[in-house]
């Protein structure tokens, strides 16, 4: 700072520059802020700033206005099972069990004491194509990727699927209950990709057989016809 101000005056000292600036006078005190004059100039600046006119909306032609209210509205979409009848078995209860409680002792005796075969049925798929699977861990993409597109069945829906054997050499099967005795995957598009590749039986809720079978899928354990139990996967 001791050398600009030695500048300064260097240069205001010379006789053209005091031809034209005249005596040049170094401040004395640091400047102080004054709000008032401030605040002064500023509506000063105010009220001389013109204002910004606000564009004017362009009126819609009343033809594209027209095409607009004529345009479908997106419906929700509805629950397929809305109108079957509530019934008296209490899916989510059974879910509950089954996640929380002892399988064997609580959560399959809870299954048959509460499950209303005359509004819910018991199915059975198998994979159609068993030479076509190879490595299990694509295998169980196969249920995984199945089951993710069904996300929307789960509230109507339990299934247990086991894959079976090993690789290069495997099934695929699962036991499946939900509301309704017809294909629920028949109710709605969006989950029409997958089932098509199991052919599907429908089981009879009073049979022993009915019996084994639900509690070895539940279980993940037994002898299952013969095959060698490898992984499951719940759809709860």
């Known amino acids: 700072l ?38 002064e100039l500023s509506a000063k600046v105010a009220k001389s700033a013109p204002k910004a006119e606000k564009p004017k909306k362009e009126a ?31 899916l989510d209860n059974f879910k509950r069990s089954y996640s929380n409680e002892d399988t064997a002792t609580k959560a399959i005796p809870h ?25 299990t861990f694509m295998s169980c993409n196969l249920i995984n990727g199945m089951y993710q597109r069904l996300e929307k069945l789960k ?43 199991y052919t599907w039986t429908k089981l009879d809720p009073k049979s022993e057989a009915t019996k084994k079978e639900v509690h070895e899928y539940f279980m993940w354990e037994g002898d299952f016809g013969g095959k060698k139990f490898n992984q499951g996967k719940i759809f709860k």
């Open 2 to 39: 001791v050398n600009v101000t030695r500048w300064f005056r260097t240069v205001v000292s010379q006789t053209a520059v005091k031809d034209v600036l005249g005596e040049v006078t170094l401040a004395t005190s640091v400047a102080q802020f004054n709000q008032a004059k401030f605040n």
């Open 60 to 90: 819609k032609p009343a033809a594209a206005a027209a095409e607009e209210d004529d345009e479908p509205k997106e419906e929700k979409s509805k629950d397929p099972f809305a109108e079957m009848p509530k019934g008296t078995f209490n």
């Open 111 to 135: 299954f048959w004491e509460n499950f209303d075969a005359e509004n819910w049925s018991i199915w059975k798929c198998e994979y159609k194509y068993p030479e076509d699977l190879t490595l």
């Open 155 to 197: 509230k109507n829906a339990f299934a247990s699927m086991c894959l079976f054997g090993t690789d290069n050499n495997s099934t695929i099967s699962g036991i499946w209950v939900w509301k309704g005795h017809n294909l629920a995957f028949e109710l709605s598009p969006d989950w029409q990709v997958d089932y098509e590749s």
